[in-house]
């Protein structure tokens, strides 16, 4: 379309030619047809495209993001869910068998979206998992409510508004603000373990690699959602030697699991990480969370992406 070409021409200076084409159609596809549910935050092509010449990331000017057969909302400044975290969740769904006579317990934690969990709850048998999601982000809990309306999830504000008893026939998902690291967490988010499984995809970039990282990434999304070198004072589980590697939550995550009793018998832990940390992950929860069997697995790419240890 003529009309098109200028803004074309503007796309393709800032992120190339064949990008340039793909992302206009999607933009224009998400004007005419806006995605049920998703609030927009533009409304016209122009500002999309200059939105997106500035550096914005694209997924935070749709105002939404695939994740599986859901469709998220996403907006600044929570972490936009990554493919690599979407196959192992769809992965970790296809491994695990919950059913309303023998329903799971899920606790994920820095839940961002509540993509994760909100997942398992779409794909598995109304009834069957009832998903407890954390994030220190006031941003991302309201998101994740969102979220879970949009999948018809329901959701409660926290334990104090769920009912007694459930009703066997719907999936629940609680999302709840709390510091992973407070030394009071399990009382300041009220958790109420044992958990069937848990999953994480916490921040674990290390300062040298955030750094780095483009001001697409660092200028929109929280930094709490991706550095893995925490300044918190109450980081103190993180030896010295690992406190600029991005290791941080996985000491505390383990530590939690291994002296706090949050991991049924028989439980699943499950941890995103970043390039080359599968090993130390490992070893990190092999010491502390008390599990007997780790695993590895690749993301589609062929890099270890998840270590799945369980107890």
Not at 53 to 59: H, K
Request: aromatic share 6%; with cysteine.
């Amino acid at each position: 379309m003529p009309h098109l070409r200028p803004l074309l021409s503007q796309l393709t200076r800032a992120i190339g030619r064949h990008s340039a084409e793909v992302e206009l159609k999607w933009m224009k596809g998400t004007l005419d047809n806006p995605p049920p549910g998703i609030r927009q935050s533009c409304r016209s092509l122009e500002e999309m495209v200059a939105r997106r010449a500035a550096g914005e990331p694209l997924q935070y000017i749709l105002g939404s993001q695939p994740f599986g057969p859901l469709e998220l909302a996403v907006r600044p400044p929570v972490l936009i869910p990554r493919p690599e975290t979407e196959d192992w969740t769809m992965r970790l769904a296809k491994t695990l068998t919950p059913s309303p006579t023998r329903p799971a317990k899920i606790l994920d934690l820095c839940t961002g979206t509540g993509c994760i969990p909100l997942l398992l709850c779409h794909l598995w048998p109304a009834g069957s998992v009832h998903a407890t999601a954390i994030d220190i982000s006031p941003n991302a809990i309201q998101l994740a409510k969102e979220n879970a309306a949009l999948c018809g999830i329901t959701a409660y504000g926290d334990a104090s508004t769920q009912p007694l008893t459930t009703p066997q026939a719907k999936n629940t998902f609680m999302p709840i603000l709390a510091d992973l690291l407070h030394p009071e967490f399990i009382t300041q988010a009220h958790l109420e373990p044992p958990y069937d499984l848990i999953t994480s995809n916490p921040p674990y970039i290390p300062q040298a690699e955030y750094d780095a990282l483009p001001a697409s990434v660092k200028d929109y999304e929280d930094i709490r959602a991706l550095l893995g070198d925490s300044p918190s004072p109450h980081a103190g589980e993180t030896p010295a030697e690992d406190r600029t590697k991005g290791l941080t939550f996985y000491h505390r995550i383990a530590a939690l699991v291994g002296g706090h009793g949050l991991l049924r018998a028989g439980g699943t832990l499950a941890l995103e990480v970043g390039a080359g940390q599968a090993p130390a992950v490992a070893a990190i929860v092999q010491a502390k969370a008390g599990v007997d069997k780790i695993d590895v697995w690749k993301d589609p790419w062929g890099k270890e992406r998840v270590v799945v240890a369980r107890r």
